[in-house]
């Protein structure tokens, strides 16, 4: 047994409570700069602001004036849910670039070597980028009253429809960040809206109904995330939902497939943008 | 040991491709002194500041910085050290007053706490009347003094400043010196490396030549400068005379510089007691009347030019050359 006793020292070692605290402290540090940016630079949220109302206009004007939907049914009823899923998955884009230019400027440097939680700096991108979400639905919903689009149900199910395509947005931010730190800079990050974002949006049932597609074509569109979540909100607003004839698993149950498509990218791009966070840190 | 390290590093090595930026390097900073790391551009000055400050792994060798391991204690690393790099690292979208309130919440200030530091801090670098723009108006100067800044928000123990002043004009650079100056006598341990020889001797209390990723020398200035073991000799005759030259060539290490009027003789010469006398005596010995004989210790430049090899005097009087021309 040894004779001396041993001498206090002094670690630093917080509990858990306080390690989440001081986490969430820091993301909201990260949320809040991120947020400064925003109103610095107004026209990095014109693909949150401008161009929802834009593409909410043009849609309905220029496409609706020559759709028929099948089954019956306004276009403008059937589109708005549609433009608000589309608004929503071509923004989160803004991740990828707003991460990819954090870290190639200095500023990384300077947070690196602070005491702070490294992954605050992803949470934080990602919050602030829910937040513009959240701005754009809104938007898109205003054009969408302003020119008489309407739900016909309560209001409990319109919320939790806006809350399925914020989700789903949330989920497609963390797969953009993986996306903006997988590349080397901001202008490959762009490159990314025409590459995975655009055909992600577009081959699905946002403009129009899936059954006038090629058999392989619907198909893919059917299984399409950004369908079951434009379903899923025609379906709690109460709009027309060409789609419910539809056989394919998720066109009958699209609130439920929204819920998994979400939670499934989640599952797989938090992690991984760890793990790609420390991979482009190391150096 | 009886003094503490503040920083210690043991055959840190780190290679870049094809590039051993540094190779087995041993340092020692005890706490409270300057260390001043020296060396041209590529020598491997940033990688060591990069690896010290968690901001790189080394490949090899080990290093502590407030007694805690740069690779697997980096977040305890962290909470001691203010690191300014040699690229500005600030948000450039945010005030400067934003800037250093984040910096400071991100580092265990309460708001309030930030808040008041931050304005201590822009009030002590003349910032105060710049403090609510956004950084991108600011000049350079503005810039180096707002990063340092955001390096002293959390009073840290240890400080890492690379080229705290390259690019910044003279006046700038002695208000730099006086803050640095300033911080040390509170009891901070900094490492400052610096291609400016002047600046390494006026502040330093050790320095380490870094060449290749190699400390090729250390030591406090005044050891430095008289490692070399050469002194420069400066005669003045009273009139131009023959012999002179080859007089003092006895005495040279290199060539013997006569100027235009023949009377002014400059060479290198091999340290040694008694040196003014000996060459006054041959020189009395040629025949050649002496006006004036001086010895100077050699500058940092000279010691920094046998060190690495490159010729910085000739460089710089080329340089003079060419604007007076």
Redesign the interface.
Known sequence: MSATTALPVRV?APSPFERLR?WW??VW?MTR?NL??IR??PMQLSDVTIQPVLFTLLFIYVFGSAMVLAGGGNYKEFALAGLLVMNLTTSTVGTAIGLATDLT????????????SPTSILVGRTISDLLAAALCSTIVALTGLAIGWRPTTGPAEVLAGFGVALLFSFALTWLNACLGMAVAGAESAQGIVFIVMFPLAFVSNVFVPTQGMPAWLQTIANWNPVSAVASACRVLFGNPNPSGSIQAWPMQHPVEASLIWSIAILAVAVPLAGRLYRKRT?? | MNQQMMIEAVALSKRYGETQALDKVDLEVPAGSILGVLGPNGAGKTTGVRILTTLTAPDGGRAWVAGHDVVHEAPAVRREIGVTGQDATLDEALTGRQNLVMVGQLSRLRRSQARRRAAELLELFELTDAADRVVKGYSGGMRRRLDLAASLVKRPPVLFLDEPTTGLDPTSRQRMWGVIRGLVAEGVTLWLTTQYLDEADALADRIAVIDHGRVIAQGTPRELKAATGSQLLEVTLTDPHGGASAAVAAFALGAVNLSDDGRRLRTVVRSQAGLSTTVLRALDQAGARVDDIAVHQPSLDDVFAALTGADTTAESEAIVEGVLA
């Open positions: 630093y001081s402290a820091d540090v700069r400064i940016h610095r630079e400027t200095g500023v990384i440097d300077r947070l690196r070597t602070l005491p702070m190391r150096d």
